[in-house]
Structures are given as structure tokens and as C-alpha cells.
């Protein structure tokens, strides 16, 4: 590693002065689990290391407008144990749950393993389905950036040099519906993705047709892919099995993946349309694990209420009888 210096500011301010001095010669760091390791490779070779971990108020899950909050210094571990995420949007605990291993979750933020943008990541396809946006602030003011246009190719976002994310706002699922998330690995458990798929459904109040559909996939391209022309297939269409199949059709057309050690562009391409339905089909298994397990207070009551008239008359017959 080239020597490098370090700096802890205590506010955005302070950040901000820095990244203006420095330039391209800082570069922020978070959890480091990224940054050090790229440091090591010589891969990058900052002069001045900001880091990002002084800031007070960055790491809260909090819950607004019915969706969550979570500040950009959460680490991945604390979004996986949240309970007010596994409640509100268990898809997202379950989604940080398989990110690497408890050592890199207890480390990693939410914040750097978004601006990391390495397109085999977990979080990525699980927040674009969600329609989640990031906020980021520079000297010049903040903004708010759909994820589905914060990537544009390896290791790559619309991030300026001097702009940073605070934080990342996941919106409320509407009624009727549910997600998944399904990662292949078929090396290790603790291994990247060799494809993932995420879908969050919606059905309609019969729960028999697709009201919307999201689906975005990681590991097969040089971003997260959103599957548009599968989703645009399912939308308005009864719930089939027949659906699912030419849904995962389209889904194969969208991704463009690599071949590497984790297998051949055309083997991902394939686990992409099978994961994608696998996804689709554990959605909406939640769906009706919902319905089903769904308190109806109203029909005990009266059950209750049938039993005690029951138990009533017998006793009144009894009473008769003596
Ligand atoms: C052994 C190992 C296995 C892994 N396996 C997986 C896996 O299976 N799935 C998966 O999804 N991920 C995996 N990861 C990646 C992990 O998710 C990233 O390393 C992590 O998310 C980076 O977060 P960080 O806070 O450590 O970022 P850092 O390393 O601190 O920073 C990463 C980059 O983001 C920039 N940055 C940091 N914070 C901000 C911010 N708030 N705003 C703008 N830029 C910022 C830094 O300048 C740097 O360029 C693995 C990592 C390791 C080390």
C-alpha cells in the first residue's frame, strides 16, 4: 500500500472541504471491506483516506412515509437483524442475511456496498424490485437517485467525485403483496452470487392476477438488470404456471452475462430464467402463506359465540330434564 493519510470528520461539511481539497486523490471510506482489499491490489492508490465514520446520525434504520429509512453507515448486519425491517420489509432483512459471511455483514455498510457497485452484490437486485432511491449530498446541495439508474457499468455509478449517499429510502410495499430473493450458489456458501434473482409482486384483491411485477437479477451483466419486458408479460395476466414459463423467457433475453470461474455465459443465462420463476413462485407462496395465516377475529368471535349458545341450551335441557 502507498502511504496515505487520514481524516475523520465530524460533519457533512467537513466532508465535503475535504473531498474539495483532495480531489481524485481521497477517497472515502466506510467498512473498508472493499476499499482496503482494492488498496492492497494497488488497484487504487488514494493519498488521503476520508472516512466516513465519525458522522453522527448516519447509521439509523428508521421507519418514514410507511417505508424505511436507513442511513448510509448501517452495516449490512444491522439491516439484517432490524426488526422493524423484518417486519415492514422482511425481503430486505433476508436479502442482507446473504450477503458473504457475519464477519463482512458486521463490517460492510449499506452506503459503501452501494457506492462499490460490483454487479454480482446482493443487495442491488432486492432494492431495485423494491423501487428503492439513495440520497446524496455534495457542497452544491443533495439529490435523490432511483437505484435503478444509480449503476452504469463494472465498479460504476452516476456518483459525482465530490457527491456521497447518506442515506437510502425503501418504500412501503402496497397491499396484496410480497418479494423473494434467491441466490445460486453452487460454490461455497459464503461465495458471490453466480446469479441472483429478486421479484416483488403484486395481485390483484382476488389474488388471481398480476396487478405488477418487478424483477431485477445480479451476476449476469455489468450491472443489476431490471427484467421490464417479463415484468410488462405478467402484468394484468392470471396467476399460471404458464406465466411464470414465458416470463423466464424474457428474462434470459434481458441478462447479458460473462463467462469466469462461476460457469458460461450460457449456463447463467439459463440459471437467470430458472431463478427468476423460482423467485416468482416463492413470492407468491408468501402471498398466501399471508392470506392464510391472516387473523380473522370477526368469524372466531361468532364461532365463540355459537358455542356458548350451544353450551347454553344443553345445560337450560338439563336443567329441564332434573
Ligand atoms: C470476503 C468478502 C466477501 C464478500 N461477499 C459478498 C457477497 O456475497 N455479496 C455481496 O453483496 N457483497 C459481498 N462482499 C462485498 C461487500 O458487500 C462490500 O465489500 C461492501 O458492501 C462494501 O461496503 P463498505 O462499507 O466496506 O465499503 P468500503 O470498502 O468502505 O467502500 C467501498 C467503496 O465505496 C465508497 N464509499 C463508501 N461509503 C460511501 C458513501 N457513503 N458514499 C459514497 N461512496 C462511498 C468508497 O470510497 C469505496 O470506493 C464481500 C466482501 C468481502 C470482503
New binding site residues.
Given amino acids: 500500500m502507498v502511504p496515505f493519510e487520514y481524516q475523520t470528520p465530524k460533519s457533512l461539511k467537513e466532508v465535503h472541504q475535504s473531498l474539495k481539497s483532495h480531489g481524485t486523490d481521497a ?12 488498496m492492497r491490489q494497488r488497484l ?1 492508490r488514494p493519498t488521503c483516506l476520508i472516512s ?1 465514520r465519525s458522522l453522527p446520525r448516519m447509521n439509523g434504520i428508521t421507519q418514514k412515509d410507511s417505508g424505511i429509512q436507513i442511513g ?2 448501517a ?2 448486519q444491522e439491516v439484517e437483524t432490524s426488526s422493524l425491517v423484518r417486519r415492514r420489509i422482511p425481503l430486505l432483512a433476508e436479502t442482507y442475511h ?4 457475519v464477519r ?1 455483514r458486521n ?3 449499506v ?6 457497485a ?1 454487479p ?4 442491488p437486485p432486492s432494492l431495485i424490485a423494491l423501487g428503492a432511491s439513495v440520497k ?1 449530498t455534495s457542497a452544491e446541495g443533495t439529490r435523490t437517485i432511483p437505484l435503478e439508474s444509480f449503476f452504469t457499468d463494472y465498479y460504476e455509478t452516476v ?1 459525482k467525485p465530490d ?4 442515506e437510502i429510502f425503501v418504500p412501503a410495499l402496497p397491499v396484496g403483496s410480497s418479494g423473494a430473493f434467491l ?1 445460486f450458489l453452487p460454490r461455497t456458501a ?4 453466480t446469479v441472483s434473482a429478486a421479484c416483488v409482486i403484486t395481485l390483484d384483491k382476488n389474488k388471481k392476477i398480476f396487478k405488477d411485477v418487478r424483477i431485477a437479477l445480479g451476476s449476469v451483466g455489468t450491472t443489476a438488470i431490471r427484467a421490464k419486458e417479463a415484468e410488462d408479460l405478467l402484468r394484468g395476466q392470471p396467476v399460471k404456471p404458464e406465466a411464470l414459463r414465458e416470463a423466464a423467457e424474457k428474462v434470459k433475453l434481458a441478462v447479458d452475462p460473462i463467462s469466469d470461474f462461476r460457469g458460461s455465459a450460457s449456463y447463467k443465462t439459463e440459471m437467470a430464467g430458472v431463478f427468476a420463476r423460482r423467485a416468482l413462485e416463492k413470492a407468491l407462496q408468501n402471498i398466501r402463506k399471508k392470506t392464510v395465516s391472516k387473523p380473522r377475529p370477526t368469524k372466531k368471535r361468532s364461532v365463540l359465540k355459537k358455542t356458548r349458545t350451544v353450551a347454553k341450551k344443553k345445560s337450560t335441557q338439563a336443567k329441564r330434564k332434573r
Avoid: R, S, W
Fill in positions: 477517497k472515502l471510506i466506510a467498512g473498508g471491506t472493499a476499499l482496503v482489499i482494492m487504487v466516513l448510509a453507515l452495516t449490512h446473504h450477503v458473504a459471511t463482512v463490517m460492510a455498510t452506503g459503501g456496498g452501494l457506492a462499490h460490483d454480482n452484490q446482493d443487495p446524496v456518483l457527491e456521497f449517499i447518506t441466490k459464503d461465495d458471490y452470487a
